[in-house]
């Protein structure tokens, strides 16, 4: 038993861990390799899951997670969006608009004191009217301006660099990549710094805006940590800066607030995080409210209106690209990092919590061990959420309530198949030998065959042997079939006594039945019970014999004989047939009990009458030698129950003084 108990654990433990493999593997995947599934999915449900606590008051109220998309005062941005687009007079014409137009730009937000200036918008190709880059790059000098360009990678995966003309390029501050990693349409975040195949170090646009603003370098250093200054960026392993989601907001102008180039009804894209104007206004606005808006800030030009085509694909919905730039550049400003708890941790989580789930499912019922389980994932993902929502810290969450979820349910579904055999197995070897009820009652155990412990125990119980008087004799009078019918007739009724005092049938010899109480579970009361079903027994024997009679029929008497002590209870047998039986001295004492008995008495052991003597009217008998035993027995015949308020006239010997004993007849 203990061996298959250890098979058991065994297999939980092996399907356990190998349910935690699978959370490992999809952790370690490249994020461009099945995205829905590894880190990114993970982070995108981490962030899902804090937006729902932001959005929801009652959660709201019990984590108040810091807000981190307050208003960046020194951030700013120029939309081209679709009122910009409209044709004159509200709208500067449709795209794309002469470079001239951008220097004018320039040159405005230099008089009005903007620090940085930011185009996320491609100028890869010379102007087919070289005026217009002679006007662009006029405004570039007078301001302080990052360019934005792209990196190719359809050379056989060399990165090349796309990005302006010389004549803009030279006349920019600095430039930076606008590409963002967004594999599968899951928004993760942007390398600070690439190196094309030109061998130079080219920083992100968000980078060099952000150096271009402070002075201070942004460098990588590893894989998991930059430089920023003399202060540290945290990356995520693969060398990236992690963009921190957001939601973003679209709002219809009921009326023109400025005076200037907006429509009313004009659909307008907001993020919580920046103040946004539409490039139609930041040409018209008055000199003053422009100064307001962008003295001494970083101000971004990038495209929110659809028909350009800048958009990518979020969980959070498809959104500008340049709003992801945008959340880089406030996130370097503001030092706010996502950072990622070391993989060692995630990694021990990921395999430690479904193990330990494993084993709990193995020691409790299988629907206990799945609730529980049920309950760690949700503990464990209520921290984890509000860890992040808190700190910024990001430990892992899918893989670990994945793989914690796959765990408990192969568990318990091996347990459910194996209980399952074991309940076959119960049926087969009790269904015949104890009530349906107690069937039940050892089914019902966490593990059945555990609490049979078929292997063998010691336990203390009464066994009840019972046997006609002069079957012998009378079966030379009747044929077989009426001898088969008897029988089974007469041990159907005492069957169903035994039953319905908890006892089992161990097995029929002849014409003599063998109880045991309370096999497999014996009861405090079993010895109580023993007695009591042998009184029935001999009253419905009585029954019976007047019915027997009646009808001709040959009638008998029986004796019976019960002991209580301690026997060997298990599976007794050879590997192809196994009985569950008691064996011992006890059941050998049992045995010679009923032998002494004559028809219709029922004679009781020393031991059983010390159990039974405050619920039964006995009379002690001569004690008798058996043989096997080197001491008489002392024996007792019970001669009625004990009713309450009843007094107690049982007959006992003196133990100082007891008649000598008289030697068993054999029946």
């Known amino acids: 038993m ?91 014409g449709a795209w794309p608009w002469p470079r001239s137009r951008h220097g004018q730009l320039l040159q405005r937000l230099a008089r009005a004191g903007a620090k940085v200036v930011t185009f996320d918008v491609l100028f890869l190709e010379p102007a087919s009217d070289p005026a217009q880059d002679t006007a662009f790059a006029a405004g570039l000098r007078a301001q302080p301006t990052v360019l934005g360009f792209t990196i190719d990678t359809t050379r056989g995966g060399v990165f090349s660099l796309l990005g302006p003309p010389p004549s803009l390029a030279d006349n920019a501050r600095a430039l930076g990549f606008t590409t963002v990693d967004n594999p599968g349409g899951w928004l993760v975040g942007q390398f600070l710094t690439m190196r094309p195949a030109d061998g130079r170090t080219y920083p992100s646009l968000a980078a060099a805006t952000t150096e271009t603003y402070t002075g201070a370098a942004i460098e990588p250093i590893d894989a998991w940590h930059g430089k920023f200054g003399t202060h540290e960026v945290p990356l995520d392993g693969e060398g990236q800066i992690t963009m921190l989601p957001f939601v973003t907001h679209e709002y219809v102008d009921q009326q023109d607030t400025s005076g200037l180039s907006s429509r009313a009804g004009a659909a307008r894209l907001t993020i919580p995080f920046v103040q946004i104007v539409s490039y139609a206004d930041a040409l018209r606005m008055d000199d003053a409210s422009l100064r307001s808006f962008v003295h001494g800030n970083v101000v971004v030009v990038g495209a ?24 880089l550049m406030d996130q370097l400003m503001r030092g706010t990092f996502v950072r990622r708890v070391p993989p060692a941790l995630d990694l021990v989580l990921i395999v430690l919590i479904p193990l330990l789930i494993g084993f709990v499912v193995t020691q409790l019922r299988a629907a206990v061990g799945v609730a529980i389980a049920v309950g760690v994932v949700v503990v464990y993902s209520i921290t984890a959420v509000a860890l992040y929502g808190s700190t910024l810290h990001w430990m892992n969450l899918i893989h670990v309530d994945t793989a914690t979820i796959l765990a408990a349910l192969s568990v318990a579904l091996y347990r459910t198949i194996t209980e399952g ?76 006594i035994v039953f319905k005092y908890g006892g089992y049938v161990d097995k029929f010899i002849g014409d003599c039945l063998m109880a045991v109480f309370a096999a497999p579970n014996p009861q405090p009361d079993d010895a109580y019970h023993a007695a009591r079903c042998a009184w029935d027994q001999q009253r419905k024997i009585d029954e019976m014999m007047v019915e027997w009679t009646a009808a001709g029929r040959q009638a008998f008497t029986v004796g019976m004989g019960l002991n209580t002590g301690e026997v060997v209870m298990g599976n007794l047998g050879s590997s192809d047939r196994l009985n569950y039986t008691v064996i011992g001295d006890n059941v050998n004492t049992a045995a010679r009990l009923y032998n002494v008995a004559k028809g219709g008495q029922i004679i009781i052991s020393e031991s059983t009458y010390e159990e039974v003597k405050d619920r039964f009217i006995v009379n002690e008998l001569t004690p008798v030698s058996v043989k096997g035993k080197t001491l008489p027995l002392r024996n007792f015949e019970i001669i009625a129950p004990l009713e309450p308020g009843e007094p107690n006239t049982s007959t006992i010997l003196d133990p100082e003084n007891l008649p000598e004993a008289t030697v068993a007849d054999a029946h």
């Open 421 to 496: 055999a074991d309940k076959r197995v119960i049926k087969e070897m009790f269904g015949k030998h104890v009530s349906p009820e107690l069937v039940e009652v050892m089914l019902a155990h966490d593990d059945p065959l555990k609490a049979l412990d078929l292997s063998g125990k010691r336990v203390k119980v009464t066994v009840f042997y019972s046997d006609i008087r002069g079957f012998t004799a009378m079966s030379e009078k009747m044929s077989p079939e009426e001898i088969y019918g008897a029988l089974n007739e007469y041990f159907e009724e005492m069957c169903q």
């Open 304 to 327: 929110t209106a659809q028909a350009l085509g800048d958009y990518i694909v979020t969980p959070n919905g498809r959104y500008p690209g340049v709003f992801a730039n945008l959340r």
């Open 2 to 92: 203990r061996i298959r108990r250890l098979k058991i654990l065994g297999v939980a433990m092996g399907l356990s861990l190998l349910a935690a493999l699978v959370g490992v593997v999809f952790y370690l995947l490249p994020r461009n390799v099945a995205p829905s599934a590894n880190r990114i999915a993970d982070f995108v449900v981490l962030n899902n899951a804090k937006f729902w606590v932001d959005d929801h008051a009652a959660a709201a109220a019990l984590f108040r997670f810091p807000s981190r998309d307050d208003e960046n005062e020194h951030l700013r941005f120029i939309a081209i969006d679709e009122g910009s687009l409209d044709a004159p007079p509200h709208g500067l």
